[in-house]
């Protein structure tokens, strides 16, 4: 089981910007996929963004690709989502997921671990 610890939300304006960090404790960081979901009030939770265990591929929902960018230093056991042109629209809490597996890992179901969510909001 991996623990995944998220850190970097807030308040901020829109237009703004905010880069959220998920620490993992597991020594073979390298053999996860690696995903970011958030979940509004009253909304089921949904994807953001994924990457592939090297962080060669990587992978968008339509509502975020342009502004946000997911990335990793395996290294540090740590995967980034770095947040531009925040919409108030995008405020939720975001979470952190670790599926084991080669391909990249897109879907809910395909992740295993799950962080306890950082907050992001946006004000208008």
């Known amino acids: 089981q991996v623990q995944l610890v998220e850190s970097g939300g807030g308040l901020v304006q829109a237009g703004g910007s905010l880069r959220l960090s998920c620490a993992a404790s597991?020594?073979?960081?390298?053999?996860?996929?690696m995903g970011w979901f958030r979940q509004a009030p009253g909304n089921e939770r949904e994807f953001v963004a994924a990457i592939g265990r090297s962080g060669r591929d990587t992978y968008y929902a339509d509502s975020v690709k342009g502004r946000f960018t997911i990335s990793r230093d395996n290294a540090k056991n740590t995967v980034y989502l770095q947040m531009n042109s925040l919409k108030p629209e995008d405020t939720s809490v975001y979470y952190c997921?670790?599926?084991?597996?080669?391909?990249?890992?897109?879907?809910?179901?395909?992740?295993?671990?799950w962080g306890q969510g950082t907050q992001v909001t946006v004000s208008s």
């Open positions: 597991v020594r073979t960081f390298y053999s996860y996929s």
């Open positions: 997921a670790a599926a084991f597996r080669s391909a990249v890992a897109k879907l809910l179901a395909e992740f295993d671990d």
